[in-house]
């Protein structure tokens, strides 16, 4: 019984190695709202299905953030569709290209990312 236990503590111990401690924000790129490491109309698309039909539940609500308020709201469907189609400012640090923590303090959290 001792060994099953030790065993089941050594898995969970392997598994916060692999997959990361489950809490800890994880590096995103921002505007990358269906975590695929693109930032395109999927994007906005998918925001759209979360914010209004709840058709879908983002893994990262940082990376949603893509003007970097605090929150996830239509005006980041709008900075997305403005950066993808009109050539306007691309989402904030860490930005849409790279990798990076959130630099700014909010209360949206990113507890699985496709970076990490
Ligand atoms: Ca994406
Ligand atoms: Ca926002």
């Known amino acids: ?10 898995a969970i111990l392997v598994g916060n190695v692999a997959f990361g401690v489950i809490g800890v924000d994880k590096d995103f790129k921002r505007g990358d709202a269906n975590n695929d490491l693109l930032v395109d109309t999927t994007d906005a698309v998918v925001l759209q299905e979360y914010l209004y039909l709840g058709t879908y539940s983002p893994v990262c609500e940082a990376s949603c953030d893509a003007n970097d308020d605090g929150w996830v709201d239509n005006s980041d469907i709008i900075f997305i569709l403005d950066y993808v189609f009109n050539g306007g400012a691309a989402p904030l640090d860490p930005g849409p290209y790279y990798c990076g923590a959130d630099p700014t303090n909010d209360d949206l959290t990113c507890y699985v990312s496709a970076c990490e």
Not at 1 to 10: E, S, T
């Open 1 to 10: 019984m001792i060994l099953r236990g030790m065993i089941v503590v050594a």
